[in-house]
């Protein structure tokens, strides 16, 4: 069976993304949809709500909030 790459690079923040879906069980697509449903627009803002409400490590917050905010989407 091939493995099906990722719609994202292997590099940079976006290298964090398989082990974010491995450790908090949700893929990349559902934690921007949690990003742009929690009405916060500031990047450590929505770092913070990561951190606080899902337990999200600051790394891991900080690289999907960054990928997101680019206007980057795992949707494909």
């Keep these: 069976m091939a493995e ?4 994202w690079p292997k590099q940079g923040p976006a290298s964090y993304f398989p082990s974010i879906e491995k450790k908090y069980g949700r893929s ?11 009405d916060l627009k500031k ?3 929505i ?6 409400e899902y337990s999200m490590g600051h790394g891991h917050a900080n690289a999907l909030v960054f990928w997101t905010l680019a206007g980057n989407s795992a949707t494909p």
């Excluded at 099906?4 to 719609?7: I, L, R, V």
């Excluded at 990349?28 to 929690?38: G, N, R, S, V």
């Excluded at 770092?47 to 606080?52: A, D, E, M, N, R």
């Design 4 to 7: 099906q790459s990722a719609p």
């Design 28 to 38: 990349i697509a559902e934690w921007q949809k949690i990003i742009a449903q929690c």
């Design 43 to 45: 990047h450590m803002a």
């Design 47 to 52: 770092v913070g709500y990561l951190k606080s």
